[in-house]
Structures are given as structure tokens and as C-alpha cells.
Antibody, heavy 122, light 107 residues
């Protein structure tokens, strides 16, 4: 059974940094691209970033480009999102999602974690 | 950037058919995927590649895509179908794009 477990969310001041993690199990982690998708309170879904299975290719939404960095450690079956220069508008639940193959961003997402809440506020 | 447009809300009586649309420029040339999200829960894929259903999704859920509109159809609607529904495509210039979401209310 595919399981994705996010962690690392919390309260951070504007301009601060936070690193999210997503621990994966139940599948061959290195064979699949992974993405982060966020959802601001009461709002819709927004794709944030993706990384290929090897980690060699990364992709970002314009809204986070230059501030967020996606990475993965295939030896630990873990996906990361380093978030710098955080803004109030980055406040959201962040979900990790499993792609459909090793390249990214994926066509669609069949498996999602339960999400971790990031709140950017002073 | 590519934009997907969904109606904010759709209401339907139990046992009837709900149709949720997703509009986009020549969306018929793209593959459309649909997610169901209930309050406090992660999204669940209900339709992929326009009309395929993942295992475990009832046959009451179906999809179509042509021209500038994709449609998610839910037949014989049940109270448990009340949720937010999102369409999604992959676009070469925008990567992953989600629609704004439609709140389905079962009357």
C-alpha cells in the first residue's frame, strides 16, 4: 500500500524558512516523480513543484520559483521542500503526491499524503 | 498560462445526475483528470485520462472531454458524493494546472 507522510509544517514569520519532508513507503520511490501541491485555507489546489525520480530534473510554479527548492533522498525514500523567503500568501496545507512515472511533472496524481499546514504570520 | 474554469457550485437532488464542467482553450486536445476532496481530507483521484476510473471508484463516476469543455458526470448521486471536485491537466507551458474547484451540494 502506498503511503505518503508529510511533516515539518508549522508557524513561521514572514521572510523565514521551513523545510517540509514527505516519507514514502509501499512503492519503489526512485522510480517515480514526486510533486508538492498546496491548498490555501478555503481555496483550491495549486501545484507547487515536481522532481523526477532520479532527482536530476526539477520544476517549479512561477509563484515559488527562486524561493523554494525541491529535492529527494532516494536512499531514505524521502521528498523535501525547502521554503525560503516565506510570505503570508504561502500559508497553506502542503501535500506531497506521487507521480505516474519517473519523469515529471506527472500527468496526474493517484496517491496523496494527508498534508502538513504551513502558516506564515508575524 | 493555461486556465481551467469550473462553476463554483453545483446542486443536485439525491438519485439524480450531476454534471460538473471544466472549461479550457481546446481542452479536448489534452487529458483531463478529476479529483474529489471532502472537508479535511486529501484529494482523491476519481477520473483520469478523461474517462478512466481508478480501482475502487464507483461506475457512477464518468468523464468526457471534447472541444473546449470537459465534464465529470456523477449518476445516481448519493449524499456521500457531496464534496469539492477539481479538474486538472498537464500543459507544456504551465506544467500542472488545476481548475478552481466546484462544490457539489446534494440537496
Amino acid at each position: 500500500e502506498v503511503q505518503l507522510l508529510e511533516s515539518g509544517g508549522g508557524l513561521v514569520q514572514p521572510g523565514g524558512s521551513l523545510r517540509l519532508s514527505c516519507a514514502a513507503s509501499g512503492f519503489t520511490f526512485s522510480s517515480y516523480a514526486m510533486s508538492w501541491v498546496r491548498q490555501a485555507p478555503g481555496k483550491g489546489l495549486e501545484w507547487v513543484s515536481a522532481i523526477s525520480g532520479s532527482g536530476g530534473s526539477t520544476y517549479y510554479a512561477d509563484s515559488v520559483k527562486g524561493r523554494f527548492t525541491i529535492s529527494r533522498d532516494n536512499s531514505k525514500n524521502t521528498l523535501y521542500l525547502q521554503m525560503n523567503s516565506l510570505r503570508a500568501e504561502d500559508t497553506a496545507v502542503y501535500y506531497c503526491a506521487k507521480g505516474t512515472d519517473s519523469s515529471g511533472p506527472s500527468e496526474y496524481f493517484q496517491h496523496w499524503g494527508q498534508g502538513t499546514l504551513v502558516t506564515v504570520s508575524s | 498560462s493555461y486556465v481551467l474554469t469550473q462553476p463554483p457550485s453545483v446542486s443536485v437532488a439525491p438519485g439524480k445526475t450531476a454534471r460538473i464542467t471544466c472549461g479550457g482553450n481546446n481542452i479536448g486536445s489534452k487529458s483531463v483528470h478529476w479529483y474529489q476532496q471532502k472537508p479535511g481530507q486529501a484529494p482523491v483521484l476519481v477520473i483520469y485520462y478523461d474517462s478512466d476510473r481508478p480501482s475502487g471508484i464507483p461506475e457512477r463516476f464518468s468523464g468526457s472531454n471534447s472541444g473546449n469543455t470537459a465534464t465529470l458526470t456523477i449518476s445516481r448521486v448519493e449524499a456521500g458524493d457531496e464534496a469539492d471536485y477539481y479538474c486538472q491537466v498537464w500543459d507544456s507551458s504551465s506544467d500542472v494546472v488545476f481548475g478552481g474547484g466546484t462544490k457539489l451540494t446534494v440537496l
